[in-house]
């Protein structure tokens, strides 16, 4: 049986035609008729739907179907016209009740009739591209009762009404609201946007207009943007209740473009309330609230931007040219820091951190700290001020704070070797005084710097710190082979390498004997001990330690720089001594001694010599001796420390001069190295490139430059093109 040939069934139409009643179609659809009259009337409980089903089954099969469709579409037409009567005489507030419940009866019969009709809308609708039962129970519910003349503006009318009415306060029936604009989304989105949305946001632009107006009139700016708000999320909130979610960007669109996108200007510059003022009063709420706000709408945050970044430039000029500030470089420093705290903390809780106010905040500072010419020596001072005593006792995550928040201020800095002379300056004082009030500190800073600059920028202040280990070291040595030294002054020598100190003009002074006789031991160990060296005293850089006895038997340790020591030792043989007669035996330059001997005699509480006749300035034939009087409740008294200070003019010009100085082969080392990998380059791109090169150290100046360039040329480094004048060429 497996073996046999499958073979294919078919069924075969009857032979002969089966003759219908020719009045079947007729009684099948009046069968039909009554069946929808009955569901729209709430009486379907008694009909049978698969003997419906199958009546509208049959009309199909026997090609009926045209005769059931259009009949479908009359009658549901006629019952729709007796539901749009119906809601056009609803009154007041049952209108839309009456609408709803009407729609939602709508619904339930069409969704019977489809299931009766399921046949046709399988079959014979898709064959005659027909629209299907539920889309036509839809458009003929749009056709026949919202588009009803009755009913069309009293619907849209009662729908804006009721949104008027819920923004002045009032509560509305949000659930009807939602089924009514519900229903013209079933409709289809043209319908909703059509009927209601256009004159929704029309409405809602004339209504946003005249309140701002109305707000702006009266409210300050804080008050106007916390009512601005308030309506935004009124706005967000309706939509989310009630209307298409499309509709949100739409409403959220007109309430910023009425409420804060008109009046940017005027609330920005609001007087006694405006974007300053909120700045200066650290308004975070108010200033968070602009943010948030003035970034919804175009140009909103840059307008915010340039008013700050304004303000912030003006108030700083003021800051670092007001010569009251200039007197005390530490507390210039400090309301420096203390602005800088401050708009960081509004950008941090205001602005939400954003990265084009901090470039703002950043270029507003290089700005106004650029200004002021001696910005990079009261840094210099104010870390001098904090190393030396400021962080006494202050645990090491506030001293990291406090250099970090220095490095800040730094990296404004245009001219960092400026920075550098004076950082190096007060360091070599502060070591060599043994002030510092923390080593760790101390290297904490030079390793910011470092990471910052580069290795070159600090190499000769990590020189020093070397210099000053090495120096304990030889210290110990020079004792250990000198043990009859134990007895009588004690030397402490610190060693420094030219190169990595400041320099300072080598000046002579006439040492006490102990001492001269001390220090020429020292020298001859040391140079026996280190051959090809040189050394040369500094003794304006010294200072000392002194017993004194006084009149009435008070004794004192008298810490003293070592041009005091020099002057005081001479007290030792003698009762009274002129100026000149001082002069003559120290040899101390004229401005140092008369500062030495002004610190000594006319100091309240450190004045160990008195001075004849009294006066503030030491003239030539002034007469000195020892002040037997003198008391203190210390024991240890300290006469004229050497503190940083700010440089006098003559002192800034000098210093200024050696920074000078300095830039030049930095910048023809710059040159060289750009000529060198481009071999020719013309004069503008050349400017350019050495003031990119440079600018982690200082701003060239573009005459200073071409003044390098030219001596590079005279010294055939470079030469220019016979042809272009303004064009280089690298000469190997």
Not at 196 to 214: D, K, M, P, T, W
Not at 311 to 337: A, M, N, W
Not at 461 to 472: A, I, P, R, Y
Not at 603 to 627: A, Q, T, W, Y
Request: proline share 2%.
């Amino acid at each position: 049986m497996s073996n046999q040939k499958k073979r294919n069934f078919q069924i075969e139409a009857f032979k002969h035609r089966v003759v219908m009643d020719p009045k079947y179609a007729d009684k099948t659809w009046k069968i039909l008729e009554h069946a929808i009259h009955e569901i729209y009337n709430h009486n379907a409980s008694g009909l049978s739907f698969e003997e419906l089903y199958r009546n509208a089954y049959n009309m199909v099969l026997h090609k009926f179907g045209e005769k059931l469709y259009t009949g479908l579409v009359t009658t549901m037409t006629a019952h729709l016209k007796d539901i749009a009567k119906s809601v056009e005489a609803a009154q007041g507030g049952s209108f839309l009740d009456e609408l709803n419940r009407k729609w939602n009866d709508h619904n339930k019969a069409l969704q019977m009739i489809r299931d009766i009709l399921m046949y046709m809308d399988r079959t014979y609708i898709p064959s005659t591209q027909k629209t299907p039962v539920h889309e036509l129970g839809l458009n003929l519910w749009r056709e026949n009762v919202i588009y009803s003349s009755q009913i069309r503006n009293r619907l849209l009318n009662t729908l804006l009404e009721l949104v008027q009415r819920e923004r002045t306060g009032e509560v509305i029936d949000r659930g009807l609201m939602r089924n009514i604009t519900k229903m013209l989304m079933d409709l289809g989105p043209s319908v909703y946007a059509q009927e209601f949305e256009f004159h929704f946001l029309q409405v809602s632009a004339e209504f946003y207009r005249v309140e701002s107006q109305r707000f702006i009139d009266c409210c300050d700016c804080g008050e106007y943007l916390k009512k601005a708000e308030r309506r935004l999320n009124e706005e967000m909130d309706r939509v989310s209740h009630y209307l298409d979610t499309r509709t949100e960007k739409k409403i959220t669109n007109v309430v910023e473009k009425e409420m804060i996108e008109n009046h940017m200007l005027r609330l920005i510059h609001m007087e006694n309330s405006g974007l300053v003022n909120m700045l200066c009063d650290d308004k975070y709420e108010d200033l968070g609230r602009i943010y948030n706000l003035f970034r919804r709408v175009s140009d909103g945050l840059s307008k915010i931007r340039e008013v700050m970044t304004s303000h912030i430039r003006e108030s700083g000029k003021q800051l670092v040219t007001d010569p009251e500030r200039l007197k005390d470089p530490v507390e210039f420093v400090q309301r420096l820091l203390d602005e800088k705290d401050k708009y960081d903390k509004i950008i941090n809780l205001a602005f939400n951190n954003d990265k084009s106010f901090q470039n703002a905040l950043n270029s507003s500072f290089e700005y106004f700290i650029n200004l002021n010419t001696r910005s990079p020596e009261f840094i210099s001072l104010f870390v001098d001020d904090k190393l030396r005593k400021g962080l006494k006792g202050v645990s090491e995550d506030d001293v990291e704070m406090t250099l970090d928040k220095v490095m800040i201020l730094f990296r404004y800095l245009q001219e960092k070797d400026v920075f550098e002379k004076y950082y190096k300056q007060h360091l070599a004082k502060r070591l060599l005084s043994g002030k510092t009030v923390s080593d760790d500190a101390e290297r904490s800073l030079i390793v910011k710097l470092k990471t910052e600059c580069g290795y070159q920028f600090t190499s000769k202040l990590e020189g020093m710190f070397t210099d000053m280990k090495t120096s304990q070291d030889t210290m110990q040595g020079f004792y250990a082979s000198h043990p009859e030294l134990s007895e009588g002054p004690t030397l402490t020598v610190q060693v420094l390498t030219t190169g990595s100190w400041p320099t300072q003009a080598t000046v002579t002074c006439n040492l006490p004997a102990e001492m001269s006789a001390l220090c020429e031991k020292f020298r001859a160990y040391y140079l026996g001990t280190h051959t090809g060296r040189r050394l040369s005293w500094q003794t304006n850089m010294g200072n000392a330690d002194l017993k004194a006895t006084f009149g009435k038997g008070q004794k004192h340790e008298l810490n003293v720089s070592t041009y005091q020591m020099c002057v005081l030792m001479l007290f030792n043989s003698a009762d009274r001594l002129s100026y000149r007669e001082i002069e003559q035996a120290t040899e101390i330059p004229t401005s140092d001694l008369k500062r030495c001997l002004q610190s000594l005699a006319l100091v309240k509480g450190r004045n160990v010599l008195k001075k004849e006749p009294m006066s503030k300035d030491i003239g030539e034939d002034d007469g000195f001796f020892v002040n037997d009087k003198f008391s203190s409740k210390l024991y240890k008294v300290k006469i004229g420390t050497v503190v940083a200070q700010k440089e006098s003019e003559p002192e800034k010009q000098e210093t200024r001069q050696r920074v000078e100085e300095d830039r030049k082969p930095q910048i023809e080392a710059a040159i060289v190295r750009i000529m060198k990998s481009r071999k020719q380059l013309d004069h503008n791109n050349l400017i350019a490139e050495v003031t990119k090169q440079l600018q982690s150290r200082f701003l060239a100046n573009p005459t200073e430059v071409k003044k390098r360039i030219e001596s590079l040329i005279e010294r055939d480094f470079l030469e220019r093109d016979d042809n272009d004048r303004k064009l280089y060429r690298y000469l190997a």
